[in-house]
């Protein structure tokens, strides 16, 4: 899970509400549709997004576009990243789709802030979460669009993230093989799985080494994840990373995943994580699939729908769950988890 020191650096950032002004703003260039601009192949689950639910989120992505900054960003590279797997996650793409120069915007500030070393750091702050995150966008926008500029900036990103893995086989704040813990690490699992998908060369034993330091959080008794192998307790949030980090690196029909979705059903959420636990969860229960995933997607779907839950103005700002970081991030991953059955991220297909 995510803890105080990691977070801490959000919070300025994702509490800031501006209104965007893109049209001065460098945007990329607008990459070809292919014919007819067919949607992803459908899936054989039977989770769709209704009327109601498309609704909700077009309210929320009207928000997001009227919070983004005049730098293009929504905050630092963390929240931009959120930001803009919303919108991309609903088919939205540089210069394409009703918010094309939104998501230009969004994808110029960040690689307009990576410095040398290919760390996606802004004015407002960050580290490794946030530079995972940021990456991991970046490599959907390659992914979707083939975009060799921003390819460039993300094998950096991604040569950065392979440097920085330490000797367990994590990932902790700082771009340093030093420390390692749960939440960290999976952010960087999911950026190195969206680069191994458009085709940058990652090493096997990155992952392979990933993969043995998430087993090393695993407590065998509960079928939970912890924070670190040696942290007490285990928890919702950092279990739905576990599975993640499992099925990331290929290993879908693990016995681990199935107890971990059991450990998932049994505890069902993490208040003082959950927004960062159900975006993992999501992920990770829509690979598992079938009445699994039926049945999370209908019980999101109807608590982020509530009456009255999203705001009028569009989006979801809960003071009792991780309200420190601010709608922009709430709203975030509110939209992920809903926009999920429109598989337009490669990162969410099977």
């Given at each position: 899970?995510l803890n105080t020191h990691c977070l801490l650096c959000w919070v300025s950032a994702s509490v800031i ?331 969410y297909q099977k």
């Amino acid at each position: 899970m995510l803890n105080t020191h990691c977070l801490l650096c959000w919070v300025s950032a994702s509490v800031i509400i501006g209104v965007a002004t893109v049209g001065g703003l460098g945007t990329l260039p607008a990459q070809p549709p292919p014919p007819d601009d067919p949607p992803p192949a459908p899936f054989d689950d039977r989770v769709v997004i209704d009327a109601q639910t498309q609704a909700a989120i077009d309210r929320a992505l009207r928000f997001l576009a009227r919070v983004q900054q005049p730098d293009g960003s929504w905050g630092n590279t963390a929240m931009t990243g959120f930001a803009l797997l919303a919108f991309m996650a609903n088919g939205h793409l540089p210069n394409q789709g009703d918010y094309g120069k939104v998501v230009s915007a969004g994808v110029r500030h960040l690689i307009t802030h990576t410095r040398e070393d290919g760390y996606l750091i802004n004015s407002r702050g960050g580290n490794m979460y946030c530079h995972g995150i940021a990456t991991l966008a970046l490599t959907q926008v390659v992914g979707m669009t083939g975009d060799d500029e921003v390819r460039k900036v993300t094998r950096k990103a991604i040569d950065l993230i392979i440097r920085a893995q330490n000797h367990e086989g994590g990932w902790r704040y700082d771009p340093a093989p030093t420390s390692a813990d749960i939440s960290v690490t999976i952010m960087q699992v999911m950026a190195l799985r969206g680069a191994k998908d458009i085709g940058l060369h990652v090493p096997d034993r990155t992952m392979e080494n990933s993969l043995k330091y998430i087993n090393r959080c695993r407590d065998n008794r509960t079928g939970g994840y912890k924070y670190m192998p040696y942290s007490a307790g285990t928890g919702f949030a950092r279990t739905a990373a576990g599975i993640c980090v499992l099925q990331l690196c290929g290993k879908y029909d693990a016995d681990e995943i199935r107890q971990g979705v059991n450990y998932l059903e049994r505890v069902g959420d993490d208040r003082a994580h959950f927004w960062y636990g159900h975006y993992y969860a999501a992920h990770a229960l829509n690979q598992v699939g079938g009445e699994v995933w039926e049945r999370y997607y209908k019980r999101m779907r109807d608590f982020l729908l509530a009456p009255g839950y999203q705001r009028p103005t569009g989006e979801w700002h809960d003071p009792r769950r991780e309200p420190q970081y601010g709608p922009v991030y709430q709203t975030s991953i509110a939209v992920l988890i809903l926009s999920i059955p429109a598989h337009y991220l490669p990162i969410y297909q099977k």
